[in-house]
């Protein structure tokens, strides 16, 4: 009996109180009519009829009565019931394992479980309204959960896999949904939402996060389980190596794919013969059989082994065989032997070639004499070859086996030597440079006990040193042989070199001294000859210009013996400098003022950048140091351009005096540059008109080199040229 029939019976009760009520006021209006008339007999008769209507309604009541005191006794017990199972869903909903929500068709959550409260994170705020859609991601709500919920209230239930969930916490992870629809428990059109929503659905969420990540590892180690097999069949593949295994109990073999494929067993059908060890034994050359048998069988007692065998494909070609192989046991007995083919005829063949190699090597040392070494940086073992002991003069055992490279070759060298040959060992173990380097040998000694000459013996080094793969050295590995013979070639030549350059540098110096020489000799003479003929004519008058004529081409005659005479006393040695302390801007005011009338000749400003600056002091020969400031501003005015100018600079630098003379002339391309120190070299400008010997900057690099300085040129075409005198400063 459901509360709703229970209520109707109670209004149907309700309906005969009332009818009773209406039949009683009808017989009292009925009885007091028929009173009022006088009429007893129709007063009688409405009584009886209200007596009788009346039994009929206390009759029907106490039928209702007694029918709602059992509809009552069974909606207490149904009452019981119902709140007896609420209590053991609630116990379960409460204890399921699972995270279990009670939602509402628009999505409110309106219950859930300690599980649901761990795994989503759910902390109790009090009245705050939670909705599923935030617990999802968006779209996955509105394109498979929302429509799940439609389908759970249409059929019942609905299920989905694969769902992201979002807990409170901000933890991500995929579950299942399932989605149960609960039934009415109210009456139709009652609310049991906060919206108002009368549907109620359960579900429940597992999590699947962990077994879809160990779904993932087996898969991952599936797919790496397929490449590494697939790895290890390329690499026997490359490698050329086919495995195979006996079973012993019952007596069995099995090979592989590649062993197939390695021994060409495949017939032109596809088959191929049943495996078995005497189908091996026939692939191997009729001396070797006996070998291979023998180690299987070895094997079989629990000895492994690794044998050369010559072999030969079932079509014939011929095969040089690695065999190898081992007992597997289980509970301590030999139940199976593996093994591995792999071919080696090309390692063979390439071992063949090596003998040959080195047979003919070893005959091209014996002739040229070289000498190997082979120095082990893991054992420390030194070795070195009989052609080496020989050319050293060791006897044989002489060389102790642990003795490093340096200490076993530095008793036969120079001691200035011995440092070079560690340095070099050291870069080609750190800095992986190779090995050649060329040394002295002490001289040995004569047959009557003197000593040899120094430096008349050497020993020329070669090597390499071989790394592994993380970059250590383990050996250095080279040759040696005497070099004193191409030493003495190379001096031989050397000295027809030097002869021969000397014998042209003397002709090309006569050639252009007697140039230079013969220009201001023939003007003297010209003009001495022109006064005698006058003089002997009567008519001679004296001529100005012809003496100035006369008078530049002897001292230009006197320049150009005063600069042969410096260059000779420079290379004699004789040329002696005096350095002294001094203030560099004395001299350039010496020299500024003497080349002013040229600079206003040729229309060239000359800018002293110095200023009175006194504390510019140089440590020099102040005489040489004026001719060599002379030769350079002389330079840059000669060959500047009309309007151009030439500026004198100085700067201390790291304890260094650093003088610059600077021009806007034409400049100096990359082939003049090459000539620019060369004696009596003009760089072509002989023609030019302008004066010169050519000797200037050779001899003012050889005075600045005796003072202990330096010169240096930069110039380009159409930039000018810049000349740096470096000086040094005193203490």
């Not at 009173?35 to 029907?60: F, I, P, S, W």
């Not at 119902?82 to 959550?109: C, I």
């Not at 091209?364 to 050319?391: K, M, P, Q, T, Y």
């Not at 540059?673 to 900057?697: D, H």
Request: glycine residues 8%; proline residues 4%.
């Amino acid at each position: 009996m459901t509360p709703y029939a229970l209520k109707q019976r109670v209004e149907a009760r309700d309906r005969l109180v009332l009818q009773a009520e209406n039949v009683e006021n009808q017989l009292q209006f009925q009885v007091l009519t028929a009173l009022a008339r006088g009429d007893l007999r129709q007063a009688e008769a409405a009584a009886a009829r209200y007596e009788l209507q009346l039994r009929e309604l206390t009759e029907n009541l106490r039928i209702y009565q007694a029918e709602l005191h059992a509809q009552a006794d069974e909606l207490a017990a149904a009452q019981l019931h119902s709140e007896q199972m609420l209590t053991r869903f609630a116990s379960l909903f409460a204890t399921m394992p699972v995270a279990a929500l009670r939602v509402g068709f628009n999505g409110e959550l309106l219950e859930f479980n300690a599980k649901a409260t761990q795994l989503f994170g759910l902390r109790r705020r009090g009245p705050v309204i939670r909705f599923l859609h935030r617990m999802v991601d968006e779209a996955t709500y509105q394109q498979r959960v929302r429509p799940a919920f439609h389908e759970a209230r249409d059929t019942g239930a609905s299920a989905l896999d694969g769902v992201p969930f979002l807990s409170e916490d901000g933890r991500r992870f995929i579950g299942e949904l399932h989605i149960a629809r609960l039934p009415e428990l109210q009456q139709p059109g009652a609310h049991s939402g906060t919206y108002g929503d009368p549907e109620q659905f359960t579900c429940a969420v597992i999590d699947r996060t962990e077994h879809l990540e160990d779904l993932q590892a087996l898969q991952d180690s599936a797919r790496a389980l397929r490449q590494s097999e697939a790895f290890l069949a390329d690499s026997a593949r490359l490698a050329r190596t086919g495995g195979w295994e006996l079973q012993l109990q019952p007596r069995q073999m099995r090979w592989s794919r590649e062993l197939v494929e390695l021994f060409e067993l495949g017939g032109p059908g596809g088959g191929e013969p049943e495996p078995s060890l005497q189908t091996l034994l026939e692939l191997c050359s009729p001396y070797d059989r006996a070998v291979l048998a023998t180690a299987v069988a070895g094997a079989e007692q629990g000895l492994a082994f690794e044998v050369e065998l010559d072999m030969h494909s079932r079509r014939g070609r011929p095969l040089r065989m690695l065999a190898a192989g081992h007992a597997s046991r289980s509970d301590d007995e030999i139940d199976r032997v593996s093994g591995v083919f792999q071919d080696i005829s090309l390692q063979a063949q390439a071992r063949h070639q090596i003998d040959d190699l080195t047979e003919r090597l070893s005959l091209a040392n014996d002739a040229g004499g070289i000498g190997v070494w082979d120095w082990n940086l893991d054992s420390g073992e030194l070795v070195f070859d009989e052609r080496l002991h020989h050319l050293l003069g060791l006897a044989p055992g002489a060389l102790p086996p642990q003795a490093a490279l340096a200490e076993a070759l530095g008793m036969h060298l120079l001691a200035e030597d011995v440092p070079v040959l560690a340095a070099a060992i050291d870069r080609a173990l750190h800095q992986r440079e190779p090995l050649n380097q060329e040394l002295r040998r002490r001289p040995p000694t004569g047959e009557d006990g003197s000593p040899g000459v120094a430096g008349k013996h050497w020993l020329h080094l070669t090597g390499r040193a071989h790394f592994d793969a993380q970059g250590r050295a383990l050996r250095l590995v080279g040759c040696a042989w005497d070099s004193s013979p191409e030493h003495e070639a190379a001096r031989l030549r050397a000295a027809k070199e030097s002869a021969e350059s000397a014998s042209r540098a003397k002709s090309a110096f006569l050639s252009r001294m007697s140039h230079e020489l013969r220009t201001p000799l023939n003007a003297i003479l010209g003009f001495s000859q022109l006064m005698r003929m006058e003089a002997e004519a009567g008519d001679l008058v004296l001529k100005p210009h012809r003496v100035t004529l006369i008078e530049t081409a002897a001292r230009h005659l006197l320049d150009l013996v005063n600069e042969v005479l410096d260059v000779s006393r420079i290379e004699s040695g004789q040329l002696q400098v005096k350095l002294s302390s001094f203030a560099l801007q004395t001299v350039v005011d010496e020299v500024l003022p003497l080349l002013q009338g040229l600079a206003a000749q040729n229309g060239v400003t000359l800018n002293d950048h110095l200023g009175a600056q006194p504390a510019l002091m140089v440590l020099a020969d102040r005489l040489r140091l004026k001719e060599v400031l002379i030769n350079l501003v002389s330079n840059a005015i000669k060959y500047n351009q009309a309007g151009g100018r030439v500026d004198v600079l100085a700067e201390a630098l790291d304890g260094v005096m650093q003088l610059c003379v600077n021009d806007t002339g034409r400049g100096l391309d990359e082939q003049q540059m090459t000539g620019l120190f060369q004696p009596f070299n003009r760089l072509g400008a002989e023609a030019s008109g302008i004066e010169g010997t050519g000797m200037g900057l050779f001899v003012s690099r050889r005075f600045m080199e005796l003072m202990g300085g330096t010169i240096d040129v930069n110039s380009q075409p159409g930039q000018g040229t810049r000349v740096l005198l470096r000086l040094n400063v005193p203490a």
